[in-house]
């Protein structure tokens, strides 16, 4: 074979290849509306990345302030969103409803679209705090959607993503400027902040805290219930006062299961400041939280995860 043939094969290959991809992508579009509202295609988070778990630091208005939205549309077509929603202005529904003048729109209500009574029962309007919660975990924000998606539990990811969805508008709503938030106080070291964790849960809010854990993204990677599954990380149903470690069929780090006492409320405490730090070497990717206001929130919320929840100290 001289040069010339074998370009020639080479060429041959390489469009047979380009057309084999081009009709594979085609196909994906095309699927979503052979028949509208139904869901023909599943996307799934892979939320059991194990390590490569995001660690949400910072809290939802403060990743919104600086939150790009041109990152956010790529997010869009990466996180596998396009496949069912168009964003233009008159853009068709799919499998999902177009997303054009979504933010601020009342929930479940555009226009032509087949709605589940889960979504459009909901009755209230999308903002910025809404639409982290819906995208953290949609099946959690509204039991019994339509919309088959996991969830992100990439928080940056999640602020971008509605930074975006604000711009399909014709005139965006302003992005509301972060108050100034005392990030990681904890970081440096274990040590919790504020004062004992007696004092603090004496005046905590555990409705406030069960929210903390959808916006901190607890969620994610834990359920809450009596019996509810192990995820990324074990269920957190009785978590106060039982062993450390020791739920039922969840394959623990040996840096947590090393430790060997109660969760006590201090215990927890400390542990929630900052996992890496109260136990080095722990498969909980997660940074902590550092404000020591929202810690006693989400442990009064853990104590009420009980048929009797353990006295407050
Ligand atoms: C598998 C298809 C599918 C994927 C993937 C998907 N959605 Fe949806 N989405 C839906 C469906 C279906 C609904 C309507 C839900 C209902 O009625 O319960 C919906 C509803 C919504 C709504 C509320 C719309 C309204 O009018 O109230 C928003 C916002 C939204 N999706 C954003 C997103 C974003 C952002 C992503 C990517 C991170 C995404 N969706 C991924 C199918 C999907
Ligand atoms: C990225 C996933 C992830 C996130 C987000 C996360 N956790 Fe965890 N969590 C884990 C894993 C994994 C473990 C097990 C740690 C080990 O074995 O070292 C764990 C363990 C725990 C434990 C100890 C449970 C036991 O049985 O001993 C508590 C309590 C806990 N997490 C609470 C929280 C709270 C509250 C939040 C939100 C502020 C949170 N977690 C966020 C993954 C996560």
Redesign the pocket.
Known sequence: MDTMQVNKVFAALLVSGITFFVAGRVGVILV?HAEE?K?????E?PVAAGAAAPAPEQPFEVLLASASADAGKA??AA???????SVGEGGKA??????YG?MG??????PG????????GKGGK?DFAE?NK??IK?AAY?P??????A??PDAK??AE??A??NTLEASPVAIPAAAAVPVAAAAAGGAPSGEPIGVMLAKADAAAGQKSTMTLGCIACHSFGDGGKNGLGPNLYGVVGRPQASHEGYAYSAALKGKGGEWTYDQLNTWLTKPAAYAPGTKMSYAGIADANVRANVIAYLRTLAAEPKPLP
């Open positions: 979503p509202g869901a023909h295609i599943k996307i988070m997010d869009f996180a596998g969103c396009v496949a069912c929603h799919g499998v999902g409803p177009n997303l979504v729109a009342v929930q479940g209500g555009r679209f087949a709605y589940s009574a889960a979504l459009s999308w639409l819906w995208l949609p509204a019994g959607t339509k919309m088959s998606y969830g992100m990811k999640r993503l509605v975006y969805i």
